[in-house]
């Protein structure tokens, strides 16, 4: 597969995934969107959702740290309105099981 090719169709992936790296974030982040600042500690992940050969990185709402772990399937939660940006639309994902 070939980086940074231009990429002029849409190609519908799934909403489901699985973890492929992750860390939990104590550092202070604001949110340049919408100014609020991050809740801490929160979970940034690298996310290859199925059908992909690649991953994105995203936030994991995961309460409970100890549950963690690469190799975790996880699901995105969209937002109620849509604006058609593919970080925006996505407000975290959750673990889920399968």
């Known amino acids: 597969h070939d ?3 231009k990429n002029e169709e849409f190609v519908p992936v799934s909403d ?3 973890v492929t790296a992750y860390t939990v974030t104590t550092v202070p982040y604001t949110n340049p969107d919408t100014g ?3 809740k801490l500690p929160y979970t940034a992940a690298y996310i290859q959702l199925d059908g992909t050969f690649g991953n994105i990185m995203h936030q994991l709402e995961e309460g409970d740290e100890s549950k963690l772990r690469t190799g975790m399937r996880v699901q995105a939660v969209f937002a109620e309105e849509r604006t058609g940006s593919h970080f925006t639309d996505i407000v975290h994902f ?3 099981e399968e």
């Open 36 to 38: 609020e600042p991050k």
């Open 94 to 96: 959750k673990t889920i």
């Open 16 to 18: 489901k995934g699985t």
């Open 3 to 5: 980086c940074f090719v």
